[in-house]
């Protein structure tokens, strides 16, 4: 069985309307280990060593926060600055994370329709999010298909969330009963939609 | 004489002011300290030199009420916590030298010829050390706090309660029978009334003294808290005198249980300048005392006796010392401070003369020799100074006899804190991890020794003194950190910093908010409140504990601290201007907490409450308590 490490960031849990839900979806699983961030390091204060050491234990690595400023909040970026070290994550010898897999777990307050090329951030997601893959890729951990719940701002109501948390959990459940299990994002994040526009509806 | 009683009494109070105010700091520029001054002006003054002052034994017994101050004061520097930590010294120190100085004396004395009832009176009475001499030297010199001057006070504080005793025990002395007279009025009646004394002195410290306190501050009429501080001290000596206690004694208690109301502060300040001046007569009236006809005849004898009290006195002060395990060059320094006889000798000599315990002239002689070897004191100790001092392993660094390797070195530290105490040792220990030259001031030679073993640069001797700040590098350093614990001792530090090294930045410990205002108005560059930080992060834990998230509530404290730290600067520039300044300093802590209270009400909440909203839910806790709850909550649904 892979073990994973949910690396969580979110500074306002208390305002959350996605978060909340999701990160106690996860909560209490064998092999996920939750891991807060701003609840551990107040003061963004790292234990680099520590966060090292739980890199080491674990397969999978997921990120999850919300989308701030198309990027994570400002502590997932002071943990890879400080955390990913040259000799340990990248570099000459380097190669502690490779083989490892990385996986962000995102919320975004626009629809799915404003990442693209004719919406509204005139980007699409995976290219917002390029930094991480690319840190992955350096890092020489393969990027899975990032899970991904869009449209927070208008639609927040607990059904859709308590939804979208089992399936985030299944998706975590996967992945740590098979090493080489991704999915196919589009699709799956299509089919929910859909089915959401059909209960609404 | 043809003028009135008036004009001989203000001559005489004009006589005894003017020769402290000429004498003291003639003294003290020399370096001889205040002590020797006002003996020097007494000796002046009296019936031998100038003959300027009639009737100073009088005098001195007005004067010796200054002691009974100055044990108040003493006793509200002391916590209950405190004394009960001094018990050892008290009682094994104290109790030691007390009758083995006496049975040394007594064994001595039984080689001449005077009776074994006399040798014993005399042996009993010059065993006890003169607690103004001592605590004022000691305290001038900042000697209080170091492991010698909490001895001394202890063998200080033994000795005054050995004195009821004594008391009693003389009169059994006596030669003829006449002295035994009413020794036998039921003993268990007084025992009684002594411990209803002492209880009355603590229950109503407790619970009558600092409520009315509280209500005469509320009049905000300084002169009556004044009145108040006088008459509790009178009071108090007056009550003990009646049952027959030292009054030193009982105004001790006192202060030890006034030590922990909020009003410590204020009896201080109120008490001091009166202590002040009545030891200072009190000493004037030692010099005046002097016989110096007496001194004239048997200039041999007296001599002699002088210097085998002292020497007597010391033997058994450092063997003592050395039994109680108090360390080398603390002993020494414990050893000379008590060498002398003491003010109650004097008083214990005229009781014994009515009493018939021994002759008249074995009492002028007594009085003599005690007032000499009162007088050699500061002398002995300027000569621990010079000589004892240097020879110890922290030596002042800036002696210029001091050895090679106890130099001040040649590259100065860019760094200089003074006090190294709780405060000081966090700053010196984080600097010392990262290889941060710094030189370290630090008058407890206890700590230097222990210092040094671990590489830190270290210099005994007060941060106030210009001469060893300037040894310590002052003029090329950068940074002067005042760390040391007396609020009115940083002020002076910085004061002095500010004038002669202005080129320095000071950072500076306050203890609490109107001192720190105060630090800043003296030019301090940066203060910081010793009970700031401990305070926010006990607060940010509290919220944490009720389920706040950890980096909501680090925040909350963040702002809270630059809240403050704002309100206190602006308040330091204007608070003078427009703000009525009581007499009274809680008063003045009240308004301040009072003000700040209401901004509290204002500021923060709202500056937290705006962080990481989005526009979707941005009202949504303007509530802090619900968002509290709502955390809490979370949180439980975690475990």
Same mark, same amino acid.
């Given at each position: 069985?892979?073990?994973i490490?949910?690396?969580? +960031?979110?500074?306002?849990?208390?305002?959350?309307?996605?978060?909340?839900?999701?990160?106690?979806?996860?909560?209490?699983?064998?092999?996920?280990?939750?891991h807060?961030?701003?609840e551990?390091?107040?003061?963004?204060?790292?234990?680099?060593?520590?966060?090292?050491?739980?890199?080491?234990?674990?397969?999978?690595i997921?990120?999850?926060?919300?989308?701030?400023?198309?990027?994570?909040?400002?502590?997932?970026?002071?943990?890879?600055?400080?955390?990913?070290?040259?000799?340990?994550?990248y570099?000459?010898?380097?190669?502690?994370?490779?083989g490892?897999?990385?996986?962000?777990?995102?919320?975004?307050?626009?629809?799915?329709?404003?990442?693209?090329?004719?919406?509204?951030n005139?980007?699409s997601?995976?290219?917002f999010?390029?930094?991480?893959?690319?840190?992955s890729?350096?890092?020489?951990?393969?990027?899975?298909?990032?899970?991904?719940?869009?449209d927070?701002?208008?639609?927040?109501?607990?059904?859709?969330?308590?939804?979208? +948390?089992?399936?985030?959990?299944?998706?975590?459940?996967?992945?740590?009963?098979n090493?080489?299990?991704?999915?196919?994002?589009?699709?799956?994040?299509?089919?929910?939609?859909?089915?959401d526009?059909?209960e609404?509806? | 004489?043809?003028?009135?009683?008036?004009?001989?009494?203000?001559?005489?109070?004009?006589?005894?002011?003017?020769?402290?105010?000429?004498?003291?700091?003639?003294?003290?520029?020399?370096?001889?300290?205040?002590?020797?001054?006002?003996?020097?002006?007494?000796?002046?003054?009296?019936?031998?030199?100038?003959g300027l002052?009639?009737?100073?034994?009088?005098v001195m017994?007005?004067?010796?009420f200054?002691?009974?101050?100055?044990?108040?004061l003493?006793?509200?520097?002391?916590?209950?916590?405190?004394?009960?930590?001094?018990?050892i010294?008290?009682?094994?120190?104290g109790? !030691?030298?007390l009758?083995?100085?006496s049975?040394?004396?007594?064994?001595?004395?039984?080689?001449?010829?005077?009776?074994w009832?006399?040798?014993?009176a005399?042996?009993l009475?010059?065993?006890?050390?003169?607690?103004?001499?001592?605590?004022q030297? $000691?305290?001038?010199?900042?000697?209080?706090?170091?492991?010698?001057?909490k001895n001394?006070?202890?063998?200080?504080?033994?000795?005054d309660?050995?004195?009821?005793?004594i008391?009693?025990?003389?009169?059994l !002395?006596?030669?003829?029978?006449?002295?035994?007279?009413?020794?036998?009025?039921?003993?268990?009646?007084?025992?009684?009334?002594?411990?209803?004394?002492?209880?009355?002195i &603590?229950?109503?410290g407790?619970?009558?003294?600092?409520?009315?306190?509280?209500?005469?501050?509320?009049? /905000?009429?300084r002169?009556?808290?004044?009145?108040?501080?006088?008459?509790?001290?009178?009071?108090?000596?007056l009550?003990?005198?009646?049952?027959?206690?030292?009054a030193?004694?009982?105004? @001790?208690?006192?202060g030890?249980?006034l030590?922990?109301?909020?009003?410590?502060?204020?009896?201080?300040?109120? %008490?001091?300048?009166?202590?002040?001046l009545?030891l200072? &007569?009190?000493?004037i009236s030692?010099?005046?005392?002097?016989?110096?006809?007496?001194?004239?005849?048997?200039? *041999?004898?007296?001599?002699?006796?002088?210097?085998?009290?002292?020497?007597?006195? @010391?033997?058994?002060?450092?063997?003592?010392?050395? %039994?109680?395990?108090?360390?080398?060059?603390q002993?020494?320094?414990?050893?000379?401070?008590?060498?002398?006889g003491?003010?109650?000798a004097?008083?214990l000599?005229?009781?014994?003369?009515?009493?018939?315990?021994?002759?008249?002239?074995?009492?002028?002689?007594?009085?003599?020799?005690?007032? !000499?070897?009162?007088? @050699?004191?500061?002398? $002995?100790? %300027?000569l621990?100074?010079?000589?004892?001092m240097?020879?110890?392993?922290h030596?002042?660094?800036?002696?210029?006899?001091?050895a090679?390797?106890h130099?001040?070195?040649?590259?100065h530290?860019?760094?200089?804190?003074?006090?190294?105490?709780n405060?000081?040792?966090?700053?010196?220990?984080?600097?010392?991890?990262?290889?941060?030259?710094?030189?370290?001031?630090?008058?407890?030679s206890?700590q230097?020794?222990?210092?040094?073993?671990?590489?830190?640069?270290v210099?005994?001797?007060?941060?106030?003194?210009?001469?060893?700040?300037h040894?310590?590098?002052?003029?090329?350093a950068?940074?002067? *950190?005042?760390?040391?614990?007396?609020a009115?001792?940083t002020k002076?530090?910085?004061?002095k910093a500010?004038?002669?090294?202005?080129?320095?930045?000071?950072?500076?410990r306050?203890?609490d908010?109107?001192?720190?205002?105060?630090?800043?108005?003296?030019?301090?560059?940066?203060?910081?409140?010793?009970s700031?930080?401990?305070?926010?992060?006990l607060?940010v834990?509290?919220?944490?504990?009720?389920g706040m998230r950890?980096?909501?509530?680090?925040?909350?404290g963040?702002?809270? /601290?630059?809240?403050d730290?704002?309100?206190?600067h602006?308040?330091?520039?204007?608070i003078?201007?427009?703000?009525?300044?009581?007499?009274?300093?809680?008063?003045?802590?009240?308004?301040?907490?009072?003000?700040?209270?209401?901004?509290?009400?204002?500021?923060?909440?709202?500056?937290?409450?705006?962080?990481?909203?989005?526009?979707?839910?941005?009202?949504?806790?303007?509530n802090?308590?619900?968002?509290?709850?709502?955390?809490h909550k979370?949180?439980?649904?975690?475990?």
């Amino acid at each position: 069985m892979q073990k994973i490490l949910v690396l969580f +960031a979110h500074p306002a849990l208390q305002k959350s309307l996605a978060h909340k839900t999701l990160f106690n979806a996860i909560q209490g699983l064998e092999g996920i280990t939750c891991h807060d961030l701003y609840e551990h390091y107040p003061d963004s204060f790292i234990n680099i060593k520590k966060e090292q050491r739980l890199l080491l234990e674990h397969d999978i690595i997921v990120f999850q926060f919300p989308l701030y400023w198309y990027s994570s909040p400002a502590i997932l970026k002071e943990w890879q600055d400080l955390v990913l070290e040259h000799g340990f994550a990248y570099g000459e010898k380097g190669n502690k994370l490779a083989g490892k897999r990385l996986m962000l777990a995102v919320s975004t307050g626009g629809s799915e329709n404003s990442y693209s090329k004719s919406g509204y951030n005139q980007n699409s997601l995976e290219e917002f999010l390029l930094p991480f893959s690319k840190m992955s890729y350096i890092c020489g951990m393969s990027y899975l298909s990032p899970f991904v719940v869009h449209d927070i701002h208008k639609r927040h109501d607990s059904q859709r969330l308590l939804k979208k +948390a089992q399936e985030y959990r299944v998706r975590l459940l996967t992945l740590q009963s098979n090493s080489e299990f991704d999915v196919d994002t589009k699709d799956s994040e299509n089919s929910t939609e859909q089915t959401d526009n059909a209960e609404q509806a | 004489m043809e003028h009135g009683v008036l004009f001989g009494v203000l001559f005489n109070i004009f006589i005894y002011l003017a020769a402290g105010v000429v004498a003291v700091p003639i003294a003290k520029k020399s370096g001889l300290g205040s002590v020797l001054g006002y003996l020097i002006a007494g000796a002046i003054v009296g019936p031998y030199a100038l003959g300027l002052i009639s009737n100073q034994q009088d005098v001195m017994h007005v004067a010796e009420f200054g002691v009974v101050m100055m044990l108040f004061l003493v006793g509200l520097e002391l916590r209950p916590a405190l004394l009960w930590q001094l018990r050892i010294p008290i009682l094994g120190t104290g109790g !030691l030298q007390l009758v083995a100085t006496s049975l040394c004396i007594f064994i001595l004395l039984l080689f001449t010829n005077l009776a074994w009832q006399t040798a014993l009176a005399i042996g009993l009475i010059v065993a006890l050390s003169s607690t103004a001499i001592v605590i004022q030297n $000691l305290q001038e010199r900042e000697l209080m706090k170091t492991e010698a001057g909490k001895n001394a006070f202890a063998v200080l504080l033994f000795q005054d309660i050995a004195v009821i005793p004594i008391l009693s025990i003389l009169p059994l !002395l006596a030669i003829s029978d006449a002295g035994i007279v009413e020794s036998a009025t039921s003993s268990w009646q007084s025992a009684l009334l002594i411990v209803g004394v002492i209880a009355g002195i &603590i229950i109503g410290g407790h619970f009558l003294v600092v409520p009315l306190l509280r209500i005469i501050a509320g009049s /905000r009429s300084r002169e009556i808290f004044i009145a108040a501080a006088l008459s509790l001290v009178v009071g108090i000596a007056l009550a003990m005198e009646a049952v027959g206690l030292s009054a030193a004694l009982g105004t @001790f208690l006192a202060g030890v249980v006034l030590a922990e109301s909020e009003y410590r502060h204020e009896l201080e300040s109120d %008490i001091e300048p009166f202590k002040s001046l009545l030891l200072g &007569i009190f000493f004037i009236s030692v010099g005046a005392n002097l016989d110096f006809a007496l001194l004239l005849e048997k200039p *041999v004898l007296v001599s002699l006796l002088v210097a085998g009290l002292i020497m007597t006195k @010391f033997t058994v002060l450092f063997a003592t010392g050395a %039994i109680f395990k108090i360390q080398r060059n603390q002993n020494w320094l414990f050893a000379c401070a008590l060498s002398q006889g003491g003010e109650f000798a004097f008083v214990l000599t005229s009781f014994s003369l009515q009493r018939q315990v021994f002759a008249p002239e074995i009492a002028s002689l007594l009085v003599l020799v005690v007032t !000499l070897s009162m007088v @050699f004191t500061p002398l $002995l100790l %300027i000569l621990h100074d010079k000589f004892v001092m240097p020879e110890s392993p922290h030596k002042p660094k800036y002696h210029k006899n001091a050895a090679p390797e106890h130099k001040i070195p040649e590259n100065h530290s860019p760094v200089i804190i003074a006090g190294f105490g709780n405060f000081g040792q966090v700053v010196g220990r984080l600097l010392h991890g990262y290889h941060i030259d710094t030189t370290i001031l630090e008058n407890d030679s206890e700590q230097i020794s222990l210092l040094r073993q671990f590489n830190y640069k270290v210099f005994y001797g007060d941060a106030e003194q210009l001469d060893l700040l300037h040894a310590a590098g002052a003029d090329s350093a950068k940074l002067f *950190v005042i760390a040391v614990q007396s609020a009115s001792k940083t002020k002076r530090i910085l004061i002095k910093a500010k004038k002669h090294f202005p080129h320095l930045t000071v950072l500076a410990r306050a203890v609490d908010r109107n001192h720190a205002q105060q630090l800043l108005r003296l030019g301090a560059d940066h203060v910081f409140r010793e009970s700031l930080d401990s305070g926010i992060s006990l607060g940010v834990e509290t919220l944490k504990a009720l389920g706040m998230r950890a980096n909501q509530a680090h925040r909350a404290g963040q702002v809270f /601290r630059r809240h403050d730290e704002a309100v206190l600067h602006d308040e330091a520039k204007h608070i003078h201007e427009h703000e009525p300044q009581y007499v009274n300093s809680s008063l003045t802590e009240r308004r301040i907490l009072k003000k700040l209270l209401g901004m509290d009400a204002l500021t923060y909440y709202d500056n937290l409450n705006d962080a990481w909203s989005t526009e979707a839910h941005s009202n949504d806790d303007k509530n802090t308590v619900s968002g509290l709850a709502a955390a809490h909550k979370h949180n439980k649904s975690n475990n």
